[in-house]
């Protein structure tokens, strides 16, 4: 599975004793289900167990290949936001919840990913090659 990044992408990344915030540019599997997956869990019905996800994901996908490059976006009242754009391409070693996984992406292509899609970040294209 390739997915294209059109805007910056980038995830926020937890820390116990965080003075401001702090982000991971490069969409890891790891990051990237659990995220689409929380999201669609505050706004549908049934409900999926994200650490479920996370510990499937964490066992059986990986990054087979990318090109991504990071990028500086300003936003209004001159904030600015860093994020990456380009690809990453996954592989699946157990495709037993590809059909599942593989929805969470196509949800993810209507809503973005990442931190900020409400903003128009982690807008992207998912393209499934073999």
């Known amino acids: 599975v390739k997915i294209v990044f059109k805007t910056p992408v980038r995830f926020s990344v937890p820390s116990l004793r965080r003075r401001c915030p702090k982000f991971s540019l490069f969409p890891e599997p790891e990051r990237v289900f659990p995220n689409i997956l929380r999201h669609w869990n505050r706004f549908f019905e049934p409900r999926f167990s994200v650490d479920g996800v996370v510990e499937f994901v964490r066992d059986f996908v990986f990054v087979s290949d990318y090109r991504l490059r990071p990028v500086v976006v300003e936003m209004t009242h001159g904030r600015k936001v860093v994020g990456s754009v380009g690809y990453v391409m996954y592989r699946f070693l157990d ?36």
């Open 95 to 130: 495709r037993s919840n590809l059909d599942v996984l593989l929805a969470l992406l196509r949800y993810g292509e209507l809503f973005n990913v990442g931190t900020g899609r409400s903003m128009g970040l982690g807008v992207n294209l998912v393209k499934i090659v073999d």
